[in-house]
Nanobody
Framework: EVHLVESGGGLVQAGGSLRLSCAASGFTFDNYAIGWFRQAPGKEREGVSCISHRDGSTYYSESVKGRFTISTDNANNAIYLQMNSLKPEDTAVYYC??????????????RGQGTQVTVSS
């Protein structure tokens, strides 16, 4: 059974950094695409970043490109999202997600419970 558990969210000032972690179990990164999406109050979910299990290529939304980095630690079955130069508009609940096929990040079959990120101005 696939499980995803996020951690690392919190309150940070604009310009600061946070690293989100996602503990994954029940699958291997070779067989599942993985990603992060976020949802702010009153807004639609936004796909932030993902890694393809087919070729290891990465995707970033325009809103985070150059500031966020997605990575995995195969030995520890962990997925990370390093977030730098944070802006107030990055405030949202961040979700880790996984899917056995290439899918739109926000529609991935499995997701965690989310972790809150709040960026103060």
């Amino acid at each position: 059974e696939v499980h995803l558990v996020e951690s690392g969210g919190g309150l940070v000032q604009a310009g600061g950094s946070l690293r989100l972690s996602c503990a994954a179990s029940g699958f291997t990164f070779d067989n599942y695409a993985i990603g992060w999406f976020r949802q702010a109050p009153g807004k639609e979910r936004e796909g932030v970043s993902c890694i393809s299990h087919r070729d290891g290529s990465t995707y970033y939304s325009e809103s985070v490109k150059g500031r966020f980095t997605i990575s995995t630690d195969n030995a520890n079955n962990a997925i990370y999202l390093q977030m730098n130069s944070l802006k107030p508009e990055d405030t949202a609940v961040y979700y880790c997600a996984a899917d056995p096929s290439i899918a739109v990040i926000t529609d991935m079959k499995y997701r965690g419970q989310g972790t809150q990120v709040t960026v103060s101005s």
